[in-house]
């Protein structure tokens, strides 16, 4: 535990280094340290405590970047168990928190367009379970007016990301 800690720890200095420093050989390690992390085989369950546990904005813009990367890996694909986690947990993160950066809620947003574009043919016991927009996104309809926003920039840009090639 202690040594999920520290390593939290340092990716939100990395974080920091990356997206607030001037010095651009301090954000050129920063970045070459994080690069590394999104190809770590223990990147998942980073981004998830990043997440839950991480004190900036600039952490969970990159837990939610790498997740965006993960689900869009063709070589070496999410098997769809961790693909439906990750969909439910993103939903469930925003409907939680509702108040988060406009930048981390955009891209957690792009995350789950992407999530359902990609897993938008697999099926799950004859169930596609990446179809059951409607209903995920009638939860933030008809709660209060940040999760209606919510709600409608998620129709919004799955309807972009579907639209591209």
């Known amino acids: 535990m202690a040594d999920h800690v520290q390593s939290l720890a340092q990716l939100e200095i990395l974080c ?18 994080l690069v590394e992390f999104t190809n770590s085989p223990d990147c998942l369950s980073k981004c998830q405590l990043l997440l839950e546990r991480g004190s900036s904005s600039y ?10 990367k993960l689900v869009s890996r063709t070589s070496n694909p999410l098997p ?5 986690d990750i969909r ?19 891209a957690l947003i792009q995350l789950y367009a992407r999530i359902t574009k990609l897993g938008w043919f697999d099926c799950q016991k004859e169930d596609y379970v990446f179809r059951n927009v409607i ?22 840009q799955l309807t972009n990301e579907i639209n591209q090639v």
Do not use: M, W
Not at 59 to 68: D, E, G, I, N, P
């Open 16 to 33: 920091k280094q990356l997206y607030e420093t001037t010095d651009t050989t301090t954000r050129l390690q920063a970045e070459k340290a």
């Open 59 to 68: 952490s969970q813009l990159l837990a939610a970047t790498c997740l965006s």
């Open 80 to 84: 769809l168990e961790q693909r439906v």
């Open 88 to 106: 439910n947990y993103v939903l469930n993160y925003l409907a939680t928190r509702p108040k988060l950066a406009s930048f981390v809620t955009q």
């Open 135 to 156: 209903a995920d996104v009638t939860r933030f309809l008809q709660d209060s007016v940040e999760h209606c926003i919510i709600g409608v920039t998620i129709l919004s």
